[in-house]
């Protein structure tokens, strides 16, 4: 019987979003006092996107060719900040919570100058830890996935490295369009200030329309009917592409300034978002306990369930399964291993990695991710035969 694929990354919105979308373009600013409570400070600069505001960082404060520390399971576009800073990666590998920890970086600690720690689909990596081992050199966490998420130590995610950025664009937690930003921890930001007001630009009416086009195309292009016809097969295509290195040009950003105004609203009902995550991630748990085959992340408890991660010996198998049943899951961040060879990784230089990397499934159990997906998803897994 044919099926409609159900995307697993979180492109909803619903019509509250759109409605303080508009009312946002109308308003010169958006309260985001939920957001300085969260994270207990207003030393934030926001950029149209977490990648620019990491690139940011570089520029600023690492001299040309400086090395910096990344582990190869990651976005492309980190790995790209990275080289349009004019500095070079350096691969570091992961354990298995899918981020660095200070034993597979005290391997690596003489050849860096800065370190990008990433909290891996809202694990929390051993920060605390990793800043001794780093000894004064500059830490940069990555929080994409990881807002309110919280360390062994009950450390808030991103309160530990001297910057960190986080993401609220489509497919994030929480999910406001599109737009990122900068926190900063442990310097006078006056001149980074300046630096930051002098590369941004006034949002142009072009830029306004384009984001709010976005908008609606989007989350319509992730419903599971155009999904299963248009994007799906889209996306496949474009996994085929040869990648190429990005080409140098200066930053220069539009913040998108309606779009806080949506993560404001989000805010507003983030504790219920992130309520329904965790269940979420709970229900598919429980499913997976009996099944010794699959393997889950040890402080799993202690992220914020932006997705949840399994370890299995058929992937491929698993994910067509899926699919035919209408649940897309996947190998997030998968395709980077095509990625990294263009940015001198060495095949056998990050073996737990390249081990991790052929087993790696993604679950979705995003709070916007219905309860009739998760209970079909937990049907397969209880009778799928691994």
């Known amino acids: 019987m044919f099926q409609l694929i159900n995307p697993r990354i979180n492109y909803k919105l ?76 350096v691969f570091v590998d992961i354990d298995s919570n899918f981020a660095i920890s200070p034993e597979t970086l005290l391997m690596k600690i003489e050849k860096i100058d800065a370190l990008i720690l990433t909290h891996t689909f809202g694990i929390p990596a051993q920060v605390e830890k990793i800043k001794e081992v780093l000894n004064g050199k500059i830490l940069i966490e990555d929080c994409a996935h990881a ?83 248009i994007t799906h097969k889209l996306k496949k295509n474009q996994s085929k592409k040869t990648y190429l290195l990005p080409v140098y040009s200066p930053i220069s950003t539009f913040i998108p300034f309606a779009n806080l105004g949506v993560l404001s609203f989000q805010l507003k009902k983030i504790k219920i978002s992130l309520s329904n995550q965790i269940n979420n991630g709970n229900r598919l748990i429980s499913a997976i306990k009996n099944k010794k085959e699959i393997e889950v992340s040890s402080t799993i408890n202690n992220s914020n369930y932006f997705m949840l991660p399994i370890l299995i010996t058929n992937p491929n198998d698993f994910i067509k399964t899926c699919e035919t049943k209408g649940i897309e899951v996947g190998q997030h961040f998968v395709k980077t291993r095509h990625v990294i060879n263009h940015y001198g990784y060495i095949s056998g230089e990050c073996p737990k990695y390249e081990l991790l990397i052929q087993k790696l499934v ?20 209880s009778q799928y035969n691994f």
């Open 14 to 89: 619903k019509v509250g979003d759109y409605l303080h979308l508009f009312r946002s373009f109308f308003r010169k600013t958006s309260d985001l006092s939920i957001l300085y409570q969260l994270l207990e400070t207003k030393n934030l600069l926001f950029f149209d996107n977490a990648r620019t505001g990491l690139r940011f960082v570089l520029e600023n404060k690492l001299p040309p060719d400086s090395k910096v520390g990344i582990q190869p399971l990651t976005c492309p576009t980190v790995i790209e900040a990275i080289y349009l800073a004019n500095c070079k990666p």
């Open 362 to 381: 993604t679950l979705p159990i995003h709070y916007n991710y219905s309860k009739k997906n998760i209970d079909k998803l937990t049907k397969i897994i």
């Open 147 to 229: 807002f309110l998420t919280f360390t062994e130590k009950k450390n808030r995610t991103g309160s530990i490295g001297d910057y960190s950025i986080f993401s609220f664009g489509f497919g994030k937690f929480p999910n406001a369009i599109r737009g990122g930003f900068l926190k900063i921890n442990n310097e006078d930001t006056v001149e980074f200030n300046k630096k930051y007001h002098s590369i941004i630009k006034k949002n142009s009416l072009k830029f306004n329309v384009l984001n709010f086009i976005n908008a609606l195309i989007l989350p319509a292009l992730n419903s599971p009917i155009l999904y299963t016809f």
